[in-house]
């Protein structure tokens, strides 16, 4: 199942899907004590609470989605991945900062949703530019496979060649099949 289509069903948890459905609730309140505690809950669930975070980067209010981009930084599960490379296409500033941030944290788990995004359309001048600070980030912490995909992203026209980097950065990290290493 993609991470983008995850339905309460596939949540699995000693809370409720009541309880997950109060505390997301929550993260879009107007006091920031009770978003606050609302996101320490969500965390204390820890990957258990990563569905129900997914859905809630998708909600129409902009609290829910920085306190869930938060909450997924957090609890650090792959699975949130897709969710946060799409939030790097976000309206508000603040949840593409952290949906960056949360990517970086995530390293090499964070890279194949992002790579695959840049190659399959480079999509709004938002994502490049989150893209361009979570992979010059990896690359400065030794992913030396994203320092062309980072130069494409700073040329004049990234459009010609940010997917050509982005696919060959992916193909870099795949493991190979014959050694079980990855190809760099």
Known sequence: MSENNVTKSDWHSDASAEDFDLLIEALGANQ??????????????????????????????????????KALGAIGDQRAAAALVQALDDDNPGIRWVAGNDLIALGRDGLTPLLQALIEGMGSIWLREGAHHVLQSLAREGYNELAPVVDA????????????????????????????????
Do not use: F
Request: negative net charge; hydrophobic residues 35%; charged residues 25%.
């Open 153 to 184: 992203l700073e040329n004049i026209v990234p459009t010609i060649e940010v997917p050509v980097a982005a696919y060959h950065a992916l193909e870099a990290m795949r493991p190979d099949p014959r050694s079980g290493r990855n190809n760099v």
């Open 32 to 69: 920031g004590q009770v978003r606050e505690q609302a996101r320490v809950e969500l965390i204390n669930q820890g990957y258990q609470a990563t569905p129900p975070l997914i859905e809630a980067m998708h909600d129409p209010n902009e609290h829910r989605r920085w306190e869930a981009a």
